[in-house]
C-alpha cells in the first residue's frame, strides 16, 4: 500500500481526468438515493433538527432540519429570554439556506442556519421553521469565552438496527451527563445498504438530544451508500449528511463536513476522514459528492492540512475524531494508510487522544512502540452489531467485547480524565492524561 501512494503527479491528473470521463456527469436521478421503504417520510412541520459544532462556539450557534418540498422558506427565531413565554420583542431571525436531497420520485428540503453574534456562556431560546409550520423552542447555550471544566460525549457506531438499539444509549448518556457541552459521533452512524430510513432511524435514536448539544461527525465507511447498478465499491456519501450537518467550514476544499476542527476552550479536536483504504484500487472508488472522486491527491490535500492545523494548536488539550482505527482491535483487519501517514503526525504533534469506530468492539490502547505515553487510541461501539477482539495485538490495554457503550470525558485544567460505561451504569474502563510541569503522562494504564 505503501508504494501506490508515491505516485507521480502526472499519474493523479490521469486517474483524475479518466474518472472524469467514465463516471462524472452520468449521475441520474435513480442513483441519487433509493425511493424504497419510506417510513420516515418529511412533511410541512420541521424535523430532524440537529444542532451542530461551530467554529465559533462563543458566539454561535449551527443548526439544521428537514421538511417536505412544499416547504421554500425557514428560518431560526432566537432570543436570550429564556423564562418568560411572551417574548416577542425580543425574538431575533435568521433566515435559513435549502439544501435539496433528491430521491427517485420526490425531493426533501433540509434547511441551514448559523446563528452569530451570540454571547459567550449563555443560553438561547430557538424554534424553527416558518410562520405556518415551526418547531417548539428548544434551549442552546454557547461556550465560556475561557476555559471552564467541563465535559463531553462520545459514541461509536451506531449504524444497525439503529432504532431498536441506539435510543437506549443516547438516553442512558444524557440522562446522566446532562450537562455534557458536545458530543463526538465516530461514524458510521447509519447503513450503507439502506435507504433514508436508516437516516430516519438515526434521528429517531438522537431526538432532542441532537438539537439540544451539538455534535460533530466523522464519516464512516457506512455513511456512502451503495451505487445502484455499479460494483459494490463504488460508494457515494448519503446526500442526507450536506443535508443534515453544517460543520466548521475550516477544512481543505472538497471534505466539506467531513475534514474540519472544532476549539472549545480547553481543546483541539480534529475530524479526519478515513475512507481511503480502498481507493488505492482504480477498480473501487468512493465519492463525497458525484463531482468528487477520493483519489492520492485528496488524500495528501488532508494530511497537508492537518499538520497545519496540529501545528497551529494552542489549546492544552488536542485530539482527533475519524472513523477507521489507526491499530485495529479486531482480526484480519489493519490500517497501514492511517499508520504510516496519520500515526507520525500525532505523536510529533502530541495528539493527546483518537477517538474512533469501525471495529464494532471496545478496545484502548497506546502504540506499542512508544513508551507508555500519548496519543492514547480508542475504539468503541455504541450500537447493536458486535464482533470479537483479536486480543493478540501488542496496543491494546483494555477490551470489551459484546457490549454497547458511551463515553464521557473530563476535562480539567491538568487533567483528561475518560470513563466507558454501560447501559447498567457501570465504569467498564477509566484512564486520565495528566499534565504536570509542562509534561503529560497517562494514569490507570
Ligand atoms: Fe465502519
Known amino acids: 500500500m505503501k508504494s501506490k501512494l508515491i505516485l507521480l503527479p502526472v499519474i493523479y491528473l490521469l486517474i483524475i481526468s479518466a474518472s472524469s470521463c467514465s ?69 431575533q431571525v ?16 433540509y434547511f441551514q442556519v448559523r446563528l452569530d453574534g451570540l ?12 410562520d405556518q409550520y415551526r418547531s ?54 447509519v447503513l450503507s445498504s439502506g435507504n433514508d430510513d436508516t437516516w430516519g432511524e438515526w434521528f429517531y435514536a438522537g431526538n432532542w438530544l441532537l438539537q439540544q448539544i451539538p455534535s460533530m461527525v466523522a464519516a464512516g465507511n457506512s455513511d456512502h451508500f451503495r451505487w445502484q447498478n455499479e460494483p459494490v465499491d463504488k460508494r457515494l456519501l448519503f446526500p442526507q449528511w450536506h443535508g443534515s450537518f453544517l460543520m466548521p467550514a475550516n477544512g481543505p476544499k472538497g471534505f466539506e463536513n467531513l475534514v474540519y476542527h472544532f476549539d ?55 485530539a482527533v ?22 500515526l507520525p503526525l500525532f505523536e510529533k504533534y502530541k495528539v493527546d487522544i483518537v477517538f474512533q469506530g469501525h471495529d464494532h468492539v471496545y ?27 483479536d486480543k493478540s495485538h501488542q496496543w491494546i490495554y483494555q477490551s470489551i467485547e459484546n457490549t454497547q457503550l458511551y463515553q464521557t470525558i473530563h476535562i480539567t485544567e491538568n487533567m483528561l480524565e475518560f470513563k466507558a460505561i454501560d447501559l447498567g451504569g457501570s465504569t467498564r474502563d477509566k484512564f486520565q492524561i495528566i499534565l504536570e510541569n509542562n509534561k503529560k503522562s497517562l494514569k490507570g494504564f
Open 23 to 91: 463516471n462524472h456527469g452520468q449521475l441520474k436521478d435513480s442513483d441519487v438515493i433509493a425511493e424504497t421503504n419510506r417510513n420516515f417520510v418529511a412533511s410541512d412541520w420541521p424535523d430532524r433538527i440537529m444542532q451542530c459544532v461551530s467554529e465559533n462556539p462563543q458566539s454561535e450557534i449551527s443548526l439544521t432540519w428537514r421538511t417536505s418540498k412544499a416547504i421554500s422558506e425557514g428560518y431560526a427565531e432566537y432570543t436570550k429570554n429564556i423564562t418568560s413565554v411572551k417574548s416577542d420583542d425580543k425574538v
Open 119 to 130: 454571547e459567550p456562556s449563555s443560553s438561547y431560546m430557538v424554534r424553527v421553521g416558518n
Open 136 to 189: 417548539e423552542w428548544f434551549s442552546v447555550l454557547t461556550a465560556p469565552s475561557s476555559f471552564e471544566p467541563f465535559s463531553f460525549l462520545y459514541f461509536g457506531d451506531v449504524q444497525n438496527d439503529i432504532k431498536e438499539y441506539a435510543p437506549r444509549i443516547f438516553r442512558h448518556a444524557s440522562a446522566n451527563y446532562p450537562d455534557a457541552r458536545f458530543i463526538l459521533h465516530s461514524g458510521d452512524l
Open 264 to 318: 472549545y476552550p480547553g481543546i483541539r479536536i480534529i475530524s479526519l476522514y478515513s475512507n481511503f483504504e480502498s481507493t488505492t484500487d482504480n477498480d473501487r472508488e468512493i465519492y463525497i459528492r458525484p463531482e468528487t472522486m477520493l483519489t492520492e491527491n485528496m488524500f495528501h490535500k488532508q494530511i497537508l492540512w492537518l499538520e497545519e492545523i496540529l501545528e497551529s494548536n494552542t489549546q492544552p488539550w488536542l
Open 321 to 342: 475524531l475519524m472513523h477507521h482505527p489507526v491499530f485495529t482491535a479486531r482480526q484480519e483487519r489493519d490500517n497501514e494508510l492511517m499508520q504510516e501517514y496519520f
Open 94 to 109: 435568521k433566515q435559513a439556506k435549502i439544501v435539496p436531497v433528491s430521491f427517485e420520485n420526490h425531493q426533501d428540503h
Open 363 to 389: 478496545a484502548r490502547g497506546i502504540n506499542p512502540e512508544m513508551n507508555n505515553s500519548t496519543p492514547v487510541y480508542v475504539i468503541s461501539i455504541a450500537g447493536g452489531k458486535m464482533r470479537k477482539v
